[in-house]
């Protein structure tokens, strides 16, 4: 049932001070983009009423580089991502996988920050930002800190942000080495993915998956065989290890186990 709109109040500040001050006096949902929200909303499946309206802070915005890496606003849309000459060049990665979220009107509306804080394991940017070793800044009116995104989520739809924080941007260091990403899923493009994956591959190796674990993994001992040089049947079997897909109504958990086994081989002949 959708969610009654008498009881839903919303506060719209205008600088990100005042947001980050309202956040430590009461307890508020932050929503940007809202592509997820709205749609919770209308089946009655979120259950927050308190919302705190990010859209028009422009102190979370922008795109810059960073120490021969990339800088980005949490408000950063998957439009603007793929756009973005410098997230073409450094992590090119990231700018696939923001071209298959959705649609249009998904791309110029749908947040980079958003789609961490969702904290979906079927979220499409955070098996790459998981594979560039990427960290988050959270900010709050007493300060701000960082945390490596993989230390950030603490289980599905959990993580260590607190609720008197805000994502406020998103770091990603030089990556050197080949990158890659796929997407599986019903189609190419406006659909929940089956299983993803990103990888790096240079003098070690990172491998990333979604949507066969309560959260995005680092495919750990998949990563360090490859690393090691061992075979892709021997990184195949540790990668086995790493994951813990389910059966739900997208898919099955044995075709997750095999269309990840395929990705990694995949990653591994494309980037050689």
């Known amino acids: 049932m959708a969610a009654r709109r008498s009881r839903l109040t919303l506060a719209r500040p205008r600088r990100l001070r005042d947001a980050l001050r309202l956040l430590?006096?009461?307890?508020?949902?932050?929503?940007?983009?809202?592509?997820?929200?709205?749609?919770?909303?209308?089946?009655?499946?979120?259950?927050?009423?308190?919302?705190?309206?990010?859209?028009?802070?422009?102190?979370?915005?922008?795109?810059?580089?960073?120490?021969?890496?990339?800088?980005?606003?949490?408000?950063?849309?998957?439009?603007?991502?793929?756009?973005?000459?410098?997230?073409?060049?450094?992590?090119?990665?990231?700018?696939?996988?923001a071209s298959e979220i959705g649609g249009t009107q998904i791309q110029n509306r749908g947040t980079l920050g958003g789609n961490l804080a969702n904290a979906s394991?079927?979220?499409?940017?955070?098996?790459?930002?998981?594979?560039?070793?990427?960290?988050?800044?959270?900010?709050?009116?007493?300060?701000?800190?960082?945390?490596?995104?993989?230390?950030?989520?603490?289980?599905?739809?959990?993580?260590?942000?607190?609720?008197?924080e805000l994502i406020a941007a998103i770091e990603i260091p030089a990556l050197a080495g080949r990158q890659w990403w796929r997407k599986v899923g019903t189609r190419r493009a406006q659909a929940i993915s089956k299983v993803m994956m990103a990888g790096v591959r240079g003098d070690a190796v990172r491998v990333a998956i979604g949507a066969v674990a309560p959260t995005v993994v680092l495919a750990a001992q998949a990563s360090a065989a490859l690393s090691a040089g061992r075979t892709i049947a021997e990184a195949q079997a540790a990668l086995a290890a790493?994951?813990?897909?389910?059966?739900?109504?997208?898919?099955?958990?044995?075709?997750?186990?095999?269309?990840?086994?395929?990705?990694?081989?995949?990653f591994w002949s494309d980037t050689a």
């Open 121 to 164: 394991p079927a979220g499409d940017t955070l098996p790459v930002l998981l594979a560039a070793d990427a960290s988050l800044i959270l900010q709050s009116a007493t300060g701000e800190r960082r945390v490596p995104l993989s230390g950030f989520y603490t289980g599905y739809r959990q993580s260590v942000r607190r609720p008197d």
């Open 24 to 97: 430590a006096g009461q307890p508020l949902t932050p929503i940007a983009g809202c592509t997820d929200v709205y749609v919770g909303l209308q089946f009655g499946a979120v259950d927050a009423t308190a919302f705190l309206d990010l859209w028009g802070l422009d102190e979370l915005r922008g795109i810059c580089a960073a120490a021969g890496g990339v800088r980005l606003g949490a408000l950063t849309t998957y439009t603007e991502i793929r756009a973005s000459r410098l997230v073409q060049a450094r992590v090119p990665m990231l700018a696939a996988a």
């Open 242 to 266: 790493d994951i813990a897909p389910i059966d739900d109504l997208r898919s099955t958990a044995e075709y997750r186990r095999a269309v990840a086994a395929h990705l990694l081989a995949c």
